[in-house]
């Protein structure tokens, strides 16, 4: 069932995997949660960063506003608005904020654990 994004509310995000955010915290709204994975829309003010990190599944990033830096197994790259990456399971990665910036981010499979708190 789709809930408009009015009904929705913002969770601080303060780690990824376990780990602490760098450089302040995010916010995030679960979207839609279904049996083969999750979608999240997730925010990190300018100069937030995740740590370096992998997981237990495929996470494909969709930028809606701002700027991220980020690097998938050591390449980087900049990421604008209507940008994706995709982070897959295993690999280590890791997002920079550098202006505010919101995304999308689909998880399949559904992680076993939140990767998000």
């Known amino acids: 069932m789709m809930g408009g994004m009015e009904e929705q509310v913002w969770q601080p995000l303060v780690t990824v995997e376990g780990l602490p955010l ?10 839609e949660t279904a049996s083969s ?5 997730i925010h990190y003010p300018a ?3 995740s740590p370096t990190h992998a997981h237990d599944h495929d996470s494909i990033v969709y930028v809606l506003s701002g700027r991220i830096r980020g690097a ?3 390449v980087e790259a900049v990421l604008e608005p209507g940008d ?6 295993g690999v280590a990665h890791h997002v920079e904020a550098l202006t505010d910036s919101m995304w999308v981010e689909f998880k399949s499979p559904l992680p076993e654990r939140p ?3």
């Open 115 to 117: 990767p998000i708190a």
């Open 47 to 49: 100069g937030v960063a």
């Open 72 to 74: 998938v197994d050591g």
């Open 37 to 41: 994975g999750l979608a999240y829309l």
């Open 84 to 89: 994706s990456v995709l982070h897959p399971r």
């Open 22 to 31: 760098e450089g302040g915290e995010g916010r995030f709204r679960l979207l």
